[in-house]
């Protein structure tokens, strides 16, 4: 079993919805990231939370807005996305602080924007 | 800026017997981390192996071995004895020590078949 969950598993919107991704660990890291991965394509980082702060945002589009609760939550808001953003997002968390250890993955939302 | 280069986008290999997946990378900081991930079809990342620049060993892990010659900037994985479920994609990925919050880059992966 994954020890970080995502839901829900498949999301169907319209350009003009608004919805949200949600992520939850409970292993105790303080490192939570969002990637979005195109079919055949490596993950590409979004955003990385580092102690529940935003530490890094790959200059996404501001269509797409994350939010860390608390430190076992990580939520991505969505609103008015294009077709091109359909693709499969990933959740994953680490250890916080440098030399972090792996990152652990959840099973993924797959996104289809309509 | 590191660089991960996986240059086989798809390889076949017979159930049973043993395959090497290719990675190199490039980075100029000396303390880091390279790490291999499978993902089936289902689109979960799995995590197989991890490999740190300052092990003197190759990391092992059941079937799953790391080929680390890190004068050649290398970290091959080794799958022997192939299964039906290892059919997959897999990606190598490398984080810098000196990275906050454990940034990855990964390769463009390679897609692995394995032939009953």
């Known amino acids: 079993d994954t020890e970080v969950t995502q839901t829900p598993k498949h999301l169907v919107m319209g350009m003009t919805n608004k919805k949200s991704l949600k992520c939850e660990q409970h292993m105790g890291h303080r490192a939570m990231y969002w990637y979005k991965q195109k079919a055949k394509k490596p993950p590409e980082l979004m955003f990385v939370?580092?102690?529940?702060?935003?530490?890094i945002n790959e200059s996404v589009p501001s269509r797409f807005s994350p939010e860390c609760p608390n430190s076992s939550l990580l939520n991505l808001h969505l609103h008015a996305l294009q077709p091109e953003d359909s693709a499969l997002y990933l959740c994953?968390?680490?250890?916080?602080?440098?030399?972090?250890?792996?990152?652990?993955f959840g099973q993924g939302t797959r996104l289809t924007v309509v | 800026a590191q660089k991960i280069t996986q240059t086989q986008p798809g390889m076949f290999v017979q159930e049973k017997e043993a395959v090497t997946l290719d990675c190199t990378y490039d980075?100029?900081?000396?303390?880091?981390?390279l790490f291999w991930y499978k993902q089936p079809s289902s689109g979960e990342m799995i995590f197989l192996i991890y490999q740190g620049s300052y092990d003197q060993q190759n990391a092992t892990e059941g079937r799953y071995s790391l080929n680390f010659q890190k004068a050649r900037k290398s970290a091959n994985l080794v799958i022997s004895a192939s299964q039906l479920g290892d059919s997959a994609m897999y990606f190598c990925?490398?984080?810098?020590?000196?990275?906050?919050?454990?940034?990855?880059?990964f390769g463009d992966g390679t897609t692995l078949t394995v032939k009953p």
């Open positions: 939370y580092s102690y529940e702060k935003l530490s």
């Open positions: 990925a490398m984080r810098e020590d000196n990275t906050n919050a454990g940034k990855s880059t």
């Open positions: 980075t100029s900081d000396p303390s880091y981390g």
């Open positions: 994953a968390s680490s250890q916080g602080g440098r030399g972090a250890g792996r990152a652990f």
